[in-house]
């Protein structure tokens, strides 16, 4: 056996003791669902984990009316330090119970658990520490004194980041003083009702997070419901540009964060290690399933040859299989469903007369499981560079010039991140100006922080989370909207 | 210099012929080799991002290597140990304990690996020879044995504060003493100030003063000093100097400063040295020293290794790591494994 | 004797100049009492395209330039203005029946909100961008960046609505870099055509402010569709389906501001300006080695 045999080293699943079934979590309590429930699984081998309830639409509007009783009665009348203390209170708990929230996380998720442990979950406590502090300084939110809540938030969370996109909603809803129903993902329920649970170790008062689990109509009941005042979405164009059209007419707030289709600028003075590795995690990182993933690879085609050399050479160290063990670098596709568009658009690639290449690399047999693909002789017309893949798919084009670079780059309707690589300070902040996108990472990428502002330009999405912006999307001026 | 086919020498490390007069590694910078010519090479190569390099030695080192990984690293670890004392109070005991140390690292378990070198000042490097006596490379190589090489510091070290004549009668003497690698330090001074060429003829003329009346050689590694350096960009530079030079290792320091063998330093050479490769088929040793005092320090460096140059790397002839302390927390590893106890210090020797 | 006068042509401001309704069609603007005023042009579905095209190759010149240079352009509106009070007071009494004394005072106000947002242009960036404290050895900025072209249903009735309405919905926009296309009062077309012309001889480049005359129900449907379009106020599109345009604006996640209660102007906020923002947070790597 080499040394890069590394022996399995899996993290206990023993830590996670989960149900055999969930029901919803409305108004401080597990109650049964109308709709038919469901089986969640691993998807790294298709093992049943537990039976989850559907919520239908009488279901959502008990959460509802919960939310909106926990809303009148309680959570907008409570001083804005004690819903810190609560928020608090919460981050604690994550933090304490972090292997666990990870190690189920990686469970049903397919996510490696070196990424859930040391990238999720982290995260996850940091926003509810962020966010808590801002509890008692809403008038510093920028919206004048004495801004007011918007009343009930619905939240819909997608199922590359379960625990993390959770955090992301709730923490600024609860610290703004709204009141939540949240809906999770139908594959990756699991960490939300276990974070129901901590939610009932911080005697949070009954009502002010309610989640609910379903499909897509359970989250069509929560958009379409007349009494929430606020619509928080993350994950596809084509379903949050439903949500904008249901929501048209009303006076609901929406905050939209959706596909992505990044473009990562290599220029040929880049600090060329780092960019590799900026690169690999760019793409490869949660396999592939991140809105902002860095999935087109533009280069300077003076170093193309060199930087894709390089890269296939680092990709051959990629490990791909077991979640939860510690050096898995690439785990399980969530669903079988994915992993049939990935596939589709990975043919459709090839059929274009791309070149796709991949390391050797086993599959496991049980599972849903793709191996990491880069695909060079990618044209700026072809669909695997134009459309979200979100799977472990780089399409490698090149460009000449800055301004070049800047134009491909721009050219998607979509507009959430970008990534530049270059050691030349002064091209970075213009080509940094030059891009129709949220977030630029420059000299790295798939940064994330509680304090830095999250969200799209044009199709990605309107509306920020992170940061003093990510509060105000859940506050109006004292004055009116 | 070794491309694969090519033997290995007595001390385990590969020899590098003077390519550098040749002219081969020399068509890289493109002119005569100038001050300027190598300014212009050196100072052309991209930066280094110190964020993202730090981030991914810091993402190499949570590999998590247990049970029978764990075993075959502790064991690889201890063959890749150059057991150092370098001691203004270094006796010519002390030399012969450390020499028994290498030789039976552990008396309470006969399988336990024995080390690639001892590392010494040069004026012990004749004690460390006799004491070794059949284990010493050479001589165990001639009985088909794999020996134990003895390394000698020199150039005045530390500080290579001195004249090129005392620096190259320093590695002469140790030469002459037996010493079968020779860790010279660069002039730093020469460096910061951009000097290159300097660096590079002194580096020249200590290969050349490693050559033996018979034909061999005392093979060379060069000590950066990146504690000194500082900065990645000029640890990266110097990497690439010193391998252009025709240093069979390089190596991060002396052990003497306050900032000695980070992963990071030690990734980024392991980065040179595997782009070397690339560009030229040769493949240059790299021996972090100083600093790494656990086995679970080691077993980063083994994963950096493994997963930056390959694992071709990890044997004697390309990869060290010079330490002292490091010993004794590996054979307190091994004991953990084979008991399935914990051990204890006074179940380990001093040396 | 009396001298005759001369009448003006009202015609469309886009890309700047000032063509004609590709279509060809005029209508006819009266006064209060019904009496003919003008003909304005009737713009089309083409003429909206036009504009929207005149609009978004405008963008980089503007959204590019300077903000203290936006600013200095936009209060040499208000400079430009300030000298045409007369022109202005007379379109508005003949246009929106205003006494003398009432039209001079909407002149005014039109006046001071663009002194009000040219004064916004480089202090935006400070006021709603952050330095962020990020857990990491990282420079992270958040700052606001305009979102392209918009296009904007200006008020339709209300006391000054044709003048202080359209500039209090225009001038927002244009504070951080927007380009935009307007539909103007149907009723009153008259201010903002005659604002055109200070703009056209302003320092606005052309394509930055594109104006159109016609009827709003049949050109927004257009402008709320159009892929190239980033935003839509509605702020004058309470009397349309303008559920319907949200909807549309919707297919290509169009920003949108839905219709403002009351007649009149848009109040002036920062919230308006910030509408049409877009925050953009740029992350590097700080590193002493």
């Known amino acids: 056996m080499g040394f890069l045999d590394y022996a399995p080293a899996p993290e206990s699943r023993s830590i996670v003791h989960l149900r055999q079934s969930y029901g919803l979590f409305i108004d401080g309590e597990f109650v049964d669902g109308q709709g038919p429930s469901f089986t969640t699984i691993s998807p790294a081998t298709e093992e049943p984990l537990a039976e989850i309830a559907t919520a239908d639409d009488a279901d959502v509007d008990r959460a509802v009316a919960a939310a909106r009783k926990a809303y009148d009665r309680v959570w907008s009348r409570m001083s804005g330090s004690d819903r810190g203390k609560y928020l608090f209170r919460i981050a604690r708990l994550v933090q304490e119970r972090a292997r666990e929230l990870a190690v189920a996380e990686s469970l049903n998720n397919g996510k490696p658990i070196k990424e859930s442990r040391d990238v999720d979950v982290p995260l996850v406590a940091a926003w509810f520490f962020y966010y808590a502090g801002w509890a008692d300084k809403l008038d510093h939110a920028g919206l004048g004194p004495d801004p007011r809540p918007l009343g009930v938030a619905g939240q819909i969370i997608p199922w590359n980041f379960p625990l993390l996109m959770l955090a992301w909603k709730i923490a600024p809803a609860l610290a703004s003083g709204n009141t939540v129903v949240l809906k999770p993902a139908e594959t990756t329920p699991l960490t939300a009702l276990l974070f129901a649970e901590i939610l009932q170790q911080a005697d949070l008062p009954p009502g002010v997070v309610n989640i609910v689990t379903g499909a897509g109509a359970t989250g069509q009941a929560l958009v379409r419901h007349p009494d929430v005042d606020k619509i928080a979405f993350t994950g596809s164009t084509a379903v949050g540009r439903e949500i904008a059209k249901a929501t048209a007419g009303t006076r609901k707030r929406l905050t939209l964060e959706l596909g992505g289709k990044a473009a990562n600028i290599v220029f040929d003075d880049a600090p060329i290690d780092q960019a590799i590795e900026g690169i690999v995690n760019g793409i490869f990182s949660n396999q592939g399933h991140v809105c902002c993933a860095g999935s087109r690879l533009l280069v300077q085609e003076n170093v193309h040859d060199d930087v894709v050399e390089r890269l296939k050479q680092r990709l051959t160290t990629l490990r791909l299989g077991d979640p939860l063990d510690k050096n898995t670098d690439i785990g399980a596709i969530n669903s079988a469903e994915q992993l049939a568009r990935i596939r589709e658009l990975t043919a459709a690639g090839e059929a274009e007369g791309a070149t796709p290449w991949s390391p050797p690399c086993v599959l496991p047999d049980a599972g849903f499981w793709f191996a990491p693909t880069i695909f060079t002789g990618v044209q700026t017309s072809s669909r695997i560079a134009r459309e979200e893949i979100f799977g472990p798919v780089l399409s490698i084009l090149t460009f000449r010039t800055p301004q070049e670079a800047i134009a491909k780059a721009n050219n998607t309707p979509y507009g959430l991140s970008a990534g530049i690589w270059s050691d030349k300070g002064s091209r970075v902040l213009a080509v940094a100006d030059g891009l129709r996108a949220g977030v630029v990472w420059t000299n790295t990428f798939n940064r994330f922080d509680p304090a830095s502002p999250f969200g799209g330009y044009k199709e990605s999405g309107y509306g920020r989370e992170g940061g003093r912006q990510g509060l105000a999307a859940y506050l109006a001026p004292s004055g009116g909207m | ?351 | 004797m009396t001298r005759l006068a001369v009448p003006k042509t009202y015609k469309l401001y886009i890309g700047g100049k000032f063509p004609r309704s590709e279509s060809g069609r005029t209508y006819e603007v009266a006064d209060t009492s019904g009496a003919f005023l003008a003909n304005a042009a009737q713009a089309s579905r083409k003429d909206a395209r036009d504009a929207v095209v005149a609009a978004r190759a405008a963008v980089k010149g503007w959204s590019g330039s300077t903000a203290y240079n936006r600013g200095q352009v936009l209060y040499r509106i208000a400079e430009l203005l300030e000298g045409r009070r007369a022109q202005f007071a007379d379109e508005l009494v003949r246009s929106e029946g205003l006494s003398e004394r009432r039209a001079a005072a909407v002149v005014d106000t039109a006046i001071d909100r663009w002194v009000w947002f040219a004064g916004w242009a480089d202090k935006v960036a400070q006021v709603l961008g952050n330095g962020n404290p990020v857990a990491g050895p990282y420079f992270n900025l958040s700052v606001p960046e305009p979102t392209g072209v918009v296009a904007v249903i200006a008020p339709q009735a209300g006391e000054g609505h044709s003048l202080t309405g359209f500039v209090s919905a225009v001038a927002p926009a244009l504070v951080t870099g927007n380009t935009v296309v307007v539909v103007a009062s149907r009723t009153a077309p008259l201010s903002a055509i005659s604002l055109s012309e200070v703009l056209a001889t302003s320092d606005v480049p052309g394509g930055v402010v594109n104006v159109l005359t016609g009827d709003p129900a049949e050109i927004a449907p257009w402008l709320a569709s159009h892929a190239d379009v980033n935003a839509l106020d509605l702020v004058g599109a309470g009397a349309l389906d303008w559920v319907q345009l949200q909807m549309d604006a919707a297919e290509t996640l169009k920003r949108v501001l839905q219709p403002e209660d009351g007649d009149g102007a848009p109040v002036p906020t920062l919230a308006r300006i910030s509408a049409f923002t877009e925050t953009k947070t740029v992350w590097h790597t700080k590193g002493l080695l």
């Not at chain 2, 210099?1 to 290995?8: C, D, F, H, K, N």
């Not at chain 2, 000590?223 to 500082?230: H, K, N, Q, S, T």
């Not at chain 2, 782009?275 to 083994?302: C, H, M, Q």
Request: glycine residues 10%; hydrophobic residues 45%; aromatic residues 4%.
């Open chain 2, 1 to 351: 210099m070794s491309t694969q086919s090519e033997p290995l020498l007595a001390s385990g490390i590969a020899h590098r012929p003077g390519h550098a007069t040749d002219g081969g590694a020399l068509e890289l910078l493109d002119g005569p080799l100038t001050d300027r010519t190598l300014r212009r090479y050196l100072e052309g190569i991209p930066g280094v991002d110190a964020v993202g390099l730090e981030q991914r030695a810091a993402g190499l080192g949570t590999r998590s290597i247990k049970t029978s990984s764990k075993a075959l690293a502790l064991d690889r670890v201890i063959r890749l140990i150059d057991l150092t004392t370098l001691e203004g109070a270094d006796t010519p005991g002390k030399v012969r304990s450390l020499v028994a140390k290498a030789i039976t690292p552990d008396p309470s378990d006969p399988t336990c690996p024995r080390l690639a070198a001892v590392c010494v000042y040069g004026d012990l490097a004749e004690v460390a020879v006799e004491a070794l006596g059949t284990f010493h490379a050479p001589v165990a190589r001639a009985a088909g044995q794999q020996g134990i090489a003895v390394a000698a510091v020199a150039t005045a070290f530390p500080s290579g504060r001195a004249s090129l004549a005392v620096k190259l009668a320093d590695v002469e003497y140790a030469v002459a003493a037996g010493a079968d690698e020779i860790d010279m330090v660069i002039d730093r001074g020469a460096f910061l100030s951009g000097r290159y060429l300097q660096v590079f003829d002194e580096i020249r003329a200590v290969k050349e003063a490693c050559r033996r009346p018979n034909g061999e050689d005392a093979h060379l590694k060069v000590i950066l000093e990146v504690g000194e350096l500082v900065t990645y960009d000029n640890a990266r530079r110097a990497s690439w100097l010193a391998v252009l030079a025709g240093a069979d290792f390089i190596k991060t320091s002396t052990g003497k400063v306050a900032s000695n063998a980070t992963l990071p330093m030690t990734l980024l050479m392991l980065e040179v040295v595997r782009d070397w490769y690339r560009l030229t088929g040769e493949k240059v040793g790299v021996k972090p020293a100083g600093g790494i005092r656990t086995s679970k320090d080691a077993i980063k460096n083994l994963v950096t290794v493994a997963e930056t140059a390959g694992e071709e790397w990890l044997q004697p002839s390309l990869f060290r790591i010079g330490a002292s302390s490091l010993l004794n927390d590996v054979l307190l590893q091994r004991q953990k494994a084979r008991t399935g106890h914990y051990s204890g210090a006074d179940y380990v020797t001093i040396d």
